[in-house]
Nanobody, 126 residues
Framework: QVQLAESGGGLVQPGDSLRVSCDVS????????MGWFRQAPGKDREFVAGIKWQLGTRYADSVKGRFTLSRDNAKNTVYLQMNSLKPEDTAVYYC????????????????????WGKGIQVTVSL
């Protein structure tokens, strides 16, 4: 059973930076595709960023240039570094994993991910 646990969320001001992490309990983490999604109140869950085990990445246009996704296969952890945060980044952030070797263009497809974390709140406000 694959389990995911997000950490590092919180309340920050506009322009601040924050790093959220996702620890994954699986012996085959290095071959998994990882994704981050977010859901704001009253909105659908949306793609933020994804990373393949071969380290190819994809970002939503809304975060491109501000967010950076990385992974540490030795620690079974994926990191989402968020810079220049905006109030519209406020949401519950979820990490997700799939054993499928997705092509880059499919990293944003929610239905491709098999396991999800419980989510962590990120609030950007004065």
């Amino acid at each position: 059973q694959v389990q995911l646990a997000e950490s590092g969320g919180g309340l920050v001001q506009p322009g601040d930076s924050l790093r959220v992490s996702c620890d994954v309990s699986t012996r085959t983490f290095s071959t998994y595709t990882m994704g981050w999604f977010r859901q704001a109140p009253g909105k659908d869950r949306e793609f933020v960023a994804g990373i393949k085990w071969q380290l190819g990445t994809r970002y939503a246009d809304s975060v491109k240039g501000r967010f950076t996704l990385s992974r540490d296969n030795a620690k079974n952890t994926v990191y989402l570094q968020m810079n220049s945060l905006k109030p519209e980044d406020t949401a519950v952030y979820y990490c997700a994993v799939t054993s499928r070797n997705l092509i880059t263009s499919s990293l944003g497809s929610i239905e491709q991910y098999d396991h999800w974390g419980k989510g962590i709140q990120v609030t950007v406000s004065l």
